[in-house]
């Protein structure tokens, strides 16, 4: 009696485990339906720039997730010639951006954007739906 109610529930398990694999892929499949960055006409230039100014005619910009900090994910971006497998394109005015699938679910909710200010000027990666973790005592992780 104890072996069926332990072969019951390993082919409990199996349903379950399948279910939640599917339902996973519902919502991957989902996500790229609905997934977008927003760009704001200011970093649009730049990047445009900055493609004709390094020889990168066709190129396009991948952003990944460089790491986490206190104030969320932390992104690089490079110059990429071409859609690889797998990759996320989207396309803007004069170029694309490529991202992976852990990228995109980090992105979601982002606006890219050219800022200058007295340190520097270039891109960042905005996303309201991101709160910092460190609160108040936190000192120039920002």
Not at 30 to 52: P, W, Y
Not at 63 to 73: D, F, N, R, T
Not at 93 to 104: I, K, W
Request: aromatic share 10%; net charge negative.
């Amino acid at each position: 009696m104890e072996s069926i109610k332990y072969w019951r529930s390993l082919a409990l398990s199996a349903r379950d485990c399948l279910a939640l694999h599917l339902y996973r892929l519902s919502v991957v499949k989902r996500f790229e339906v609905t997934h977008m960055v927003e760009v704001s006409a200011e970093a649009v230039n730049f990047i445009n720039d900055l493609l004709q100014k390094n020889d990168k005619a066709g190129y396009g910009i991948r952003i990944y997730l460089a790491g986490m900090g206190c104030s969320g994910p932390q992104f690089g971006m490079a110059f990429q010639e071409k859609v690889k497998e797998g990759d996320h394109e989207q396309k803007a005015n004069g170029f694309s951006f490529f991202y992976d699938d852990e990228t995109a679910e980090m992105l979601e909710g982002s606006t890219v954007d050219y800022i200058e200010t007295p340190a520097g000027s270039g891109l960042i990666v905005n996303n309201p739906n991101v709160k910092s973790s460190c609160g108040g005592s936190c000192a120039g992780c920002h």
